[in-house]
């Protein structure tokens, strides 16, 4: 028998992911990306044990240990008075609980990381500058063209082409993700300009009516990472992202308590940059014959849970797992979407629901603050479910 043949368009997180995974399946992967380069934003990415467990599994661990920072704690706060209202270690803990670590990395050295370990491997030839702009499918075959005319055919497709995906909309119709009423400031810095502001090596979360702001530290300690989320009535710009006002973010969050008003302080008004946060419903169905997607072109979530990145690396080896199983592709992916589709649609809808509860104003957010110590049992049983989950025996 002939080895099995997936074309994998974009070489995002969730598509370098599933290269690898595939290919450790037997699969022969071309991997076909728009840009001529692929990377990543200058931005910071957490990574829960469900998904650093199936980076490990590929023999990734070493690479990642390299360059990556391990949080002692997830602290929340008030942004009203600077309160500790909840404390979860991470850490060492993580790793004893539930058998893989979290991690924060910088986006760039993730996809260094994958994007290396991809060219490592003979069985995955990655067409990069080759936009994909027509996906076809027929009973045994499917085929992509690219838009220099190159086409190319194989057994199957995954469309790992990000939130605005041609080959979802080829599969179930173009429509436009929604703006979901928040803007996110993001911004690194290195940590030697806030070596006075003694901040500790953990994630902090601090709530504040009508916005929240998010630090934590990168590459070993050298970078600290902050995003500062807001509301915001409109989006006019039609580009994903924008150089953001830094009088805007200045006058936004410079009067929280410190550490939030020296992080601010200190970051670099020429490279603080503006996202407008989209998200789409959870999705009734992903797959067509031998066509399927993973990650953001199917579940694109906001960032409230630090899962979005997390899911397509759980998708790329659920898929993996289906398609070992099953000689028969359009099976296998309808098993793969099944696996799937309730934990990334509860991910998305919690997601969008912790917008509202990190955003409480007045009687709510005193409510919630008071709330939070009694909560914490009930959050540490979701927490199991979140990173207990193990993608490599679903
Ligand atoms: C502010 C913010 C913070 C976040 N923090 C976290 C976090 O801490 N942890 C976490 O797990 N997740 C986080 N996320 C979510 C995470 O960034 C995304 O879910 C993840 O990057 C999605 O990866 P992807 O590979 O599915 O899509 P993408 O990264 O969008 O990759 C898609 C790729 O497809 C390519 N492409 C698109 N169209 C075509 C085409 N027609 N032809 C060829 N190539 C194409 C693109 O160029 C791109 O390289 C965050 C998101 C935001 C906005």
Redesign the pocket.
């Known amino acids: 028998m002939s080895t099995p043949h997936a074309l994998i ?7 370098l992911s599933a290269a690898l995974t595939l290919a450790r399946s037997g699969w022969r992967i071309t991997l ?4 001529a380069e ?1 990377s990543e934003v200058g931005a910071g ?3 829960s044990p469900n998904a650093s467990r199936v980076l490990l599994s590929l023999g990734l661990g070493e690479a990642l240990e390299a360059c990556a920072c391990h949080p002692l704690a997830l602290e929340m706060r008030s942004a009203q008075n600077g309160r500790l209202l909840s404390r979860m270690p991470l850490g060492e803990s993580m790793r004893q609980r539930y058998g893989a670590p979290y991690l924060h990395l910088h986006r760039a050295d993730l996809h260094g990381v994958l994007l290396q370990a991809a060219r490592e491997l003979a069985q995955i030839e990655c067409v990069f500058n ?3 702009i027509l996906v076809e499918q027929n009973a045994s075959r499917v085929s992509l063209c690219i838009a220099n005319g190159r086409e190319l055919q194989a057994d199957l497709l995954i469309g ?4 605005h995906s ?1 080959v979802r909309a080829t599969l179930f119709g173009a429509e436009h993700a929604r703006f979901t009423g928040c803007v ?1 400031w ?1 911004g690194v810095i290195p940590a030697s300009r806030l070596r006075d502001a003694d901040i500790p090596r953990s994630a902090a979360l601090w709530l504040g009516p009508g916005a929240h702001f998010v630090h934590y530290y990168l590459r070993r300690g050298e970078l600290l990472n902050f ?1 500062a989320v807001t509301e915001c009535e409109g989006w006019e710009v039609e580009s994903w992202t924008q150089k953001g006002e830094y009088r805007e973010l200045f006058d936004e969050f410079g009067d929280w308590p410190a550490p939030v008003s020296r992080i601010i302080e200190a970051a670099d008004p020429a490279a603080c940059f503006k ?1 407008a ?1 989209f998200d789409r419903p959870p999705m009734p169905q992903w797959s067509q014959g031998r066509v399927s997607l993973l ?3 199917c579940h694109p ?1 906001l ?1 409230f849970m ?5 899911m ?1 690396i759980e998708d790329a080896a659920v898929l993996a797992s289906c398609l070992r199983r099953s000689a028969a592709i359009p099976g296998a992916l309808l098993e793969y979407e099944q696996l799937r589709r309730a934990r990334t649609a509860e991910i998305q809808n919690t997601s969008r629901d912790n917008k509202r509860r990190y955003h409480y104003r007045g009687a709510a957010a005193w409510a919630r603050d008071l709330a939070m110590p009694a909560l914490q049992g009930a959050l540490a049983r979701k927490l199991d479910a979140l990173y207990g989950y193990d993608p490599l025996r679903v």
Do not use: H, K
Not at 9 to 15: K, L, N, P, Q, S
Not at 306 to 310: H, I, S
């Open positions: 368009v974009g070489a995002g997180i969730g598509g076909v990306e728009q840009t692929p990415l957490q990574i080759a936009r994909v790992a082409d990000g939130i041609l996110a993001r995003v996202w946060l990650g953001d072109a979530t960032p630090a899962q979005g990145a997390a397509a």
